[in-house]
C-alpha cells in the first residue's frame, strides 16, 4: 500500500442537510444544519503553503489531541465540540467566529523574538523587558492577538485597536482575554505533568445565542509550541538551542531545501522516508503530549469509514 492510499488528502463529502463547504490549510469543514462537521485530512502546512504530500496519521493524532483538551477544559469555558465520531472527524455546535485570534505567549521565541531582535520592545501595545534571551521566560505570560487574515499572514494588533475599531465589543473581549488566561494555565499544567512546556498557543472564539465558545483546536502541534522541561535551564544558561515537540523540525528541512514560502522559492518534493518521519513524529508527540498510546485506525477504505460514523450522528 502507498503512503498516499493510506492518507486523506483532500474529502469530498455531501451529507444529508449539508449546506456549506469550506477546505482549510488542514481541515474540511462541513456545515450540515447547526452543526459543523469538520474532518481532519492529513494535509501539512509550512509557511502558510500546504505540502504536497499527506502524512499519514496526522489527522488522526490532530483530531485526537484537540477532543482530549476540548474535554479536559469544558470546567473553563464551554466549546464547540458535541462528539468525535471517527478518530479523523469532530462535529460541533456552529458559532459565528470572531474574527481576532487569541495568541499568548510565555516566551520569548519564534516571532516574538523576530520583532525583539529587529530592536522592538513593544508587540501588540504589550512591552517586553529590555536584555531578554531568546527563549527566555515572560515575567507573565502575554497576549498578542492577531487579525485573522482570509489569505497570507495574520496581522497583529493591541487590545486597544480591536476595542476601538468595534472589532469585538470590549466586553467579550475582555472575557476572550480571561478565557485565554485560564485555558493556559491548564495547558501549561497538563504540559508539565507530561515533562514538557507549554510556550505559546493561540485560542479561537466564536459566539452562538449570547454565549462566547472555544472552537477550533486548542493545545495542538499545530497551534501550540512546546520544549522539554528536561534541560531546560541548562542549554539556556549554555545558550543553545531548546528541544522542542513542535512541527519545526519540517520547517528546517524545508528551509534546508531551499523554501521558505517566498515568491519565487520551489517546493522541494518529500521523499517517502521523510514522510514517513513526519508521521512517526506526530505519532510519538500524541503520546508524550497524553501519556497514552496511539492507536491506529484502520485506513484501508477512510473515505468510507468516516462517511459511515458520520452518518452516525447527523
Known sequence: MSLESSAILETYFKFPGQTAFYRGKVRDVYTVGDRL????????????????????????????LAAHFLNATRDIA??????????????????????????????????SWREYQAGKREICGVPMPEGMRENE????????PATKAEEGHDEDISREEIIAKGIVPEADYLQLEAYTRELFARGTEMAARQGLILVD???????????????????????SRYFYLDGYEERQKRGERQKQLSKEFVREWLMAHGFQ???GQLMPMMPDSFVEQISDRYIELYEIITGKPFEKADTSDIESRIHHNVLKVL
Open 137 to 144: 521566560a515572560f515575567p507573565a505570560p502575554i497576549i498578542t
Open 201 to 223: 498557543t493561540k485560542y479561537e472564539f466564536g459566539k452562538k445565542d449570547g454565549e462566547i465558545y472555544v472552537i477550533d483546536e486548542i493545545h495542538t502541534p499545530d497551534s
Open 37 to 64: 462537521v469538520m474532518v481532519a485530512s492529513d494535509r501539512i502546512s509550512a509557511f502558510d503553503h500546504v505540502l504536497p504530500r499527506p502524512i499519514p496519521f496526522k489527522g488522526q493524532v490532530l483530531n485526537q
Open 78 to 111: 464551554p466549546n464547540w465540540l458535541l462528539s468525535a465520531p471517527d478518530p479523523n472527524v469532530s462535529v460541533g455546535i456552529a458559532c459565528q467566529p470572531y474574527p481576532v485570534e487569541m495568541v499568548i505567549r510565555a516566551y520569548l521565541v519564534g516571532h
Open 261 to 263: 514560502g517566498k515568491e
